[in-house]
């Protein structure tokens, strides 16, 4: 075979090769599409919108002081969330930060705060009461940043105690759930920075589902409390 036919064969064999390598290479990157379950709680007497990578994930509504979002389906991983004031005079951020959850798990995430430094999330492990006749569960939560440790009294109709009381509670902390009968509660929640200051609500639980109260607010405004059903 003529020598110039042979190399002109063997650059031919490997521009195919180098164009196939390079089809290859130029394959998309797999998308992770992993998820997790994430629930916001506006623990402020602000209005708010929650955005995550800068997309609003409230996004039929303004997220109003005390609401919550309910659990919704977010991207796991490592994402970038970030509060804005509601409002066209408010278009920047109170704060960013990168938020790291877990694929398949259940989280909720208290925006206490203006800064970052008072948000904070909790990972949700959520088990219903199934015995013959089911018990509801409650727990309680600390999102006031400044109104010091709070302690909570948990008692039925007749004022006789269900639960053992919640004692000095810290910021950011959380409950175990407990264990209490359906129907009506009264309940008192105090703040070891404002002891004047007493908060009452009734609730009615409903037996095999689980809740979270919690109490919210600051010494100039005072304090709320909030009550969500986690399944």
């Known amino acids: 075979m003529n020598i110039k036919v042979k190399v002109l064969l063997m650059m031919a064999v490997a521009a195919g090769c180098l164009a196939s390598c390079k089809k290859n290479n130029d ?7 992993s998820t997790t379950s994430l629930n916001v709680i506006n623990a402020t007497f602000n209005n708010i919108n929650v955005y995550l990578n800068g997309t609003r994930i409230n996004n ?23 509060v804005k004031l509601d409002g066209p005079n408010n278009p920047n951020p109170l704060f960013s930060l990168p938020l790291t959850l877990s694929k398949d798990s259940i989280y909720s995430f208290y925006v206490a705060g203006n800064t970052v430094d008072q948000v904070f999330k909790t990972t949700d492990v959520l ?17 006031s940043s400044d109104a010091g440790n709070i302690s909570v009294h948990f008692e039925g ?13 810290g910021f950011k902390g959380t409950s175990t759930f407990y264990l209490v009968a359906p129907g009506e509660h009264n309940m008192a929640l ?19 589902k689980v809740y979270t109260y ?11 409390t909030g009550l969500f059903t986690n399944q």
Do not use: W
């Open 157 to 169: 109709t007749t004022a006789a105690l269900d639960t053992e009381t919640v004692k000095n509670l």
């Open 127 to 143: 088990v219903a009461d199934t015995g013959k006749t089911p018990m509801a569960k409650i727990r309680f939560v600390n999102a």
């Open 190 to 208: 105090h703040s070891a920075a404002l002891p004047t200051t007493v908060v009452r609500d009734t609730v009615t639980l409903t037996g095999g």
């Open 27 to 33: 394959k998309p990157d797999a998308v992770d599409s």
């Open 214 to 224: 919690y109490g919210y607010g600051n010494k100039s405004a005072g304090l709320a």
């Open 60 to 82: 039929t509504t303004t997220f109003y002081s005390g609401g919550t979002l309910g659990y919704i389906s977010v991207k796991a991983g490592t994402q970038n969330y970030s």
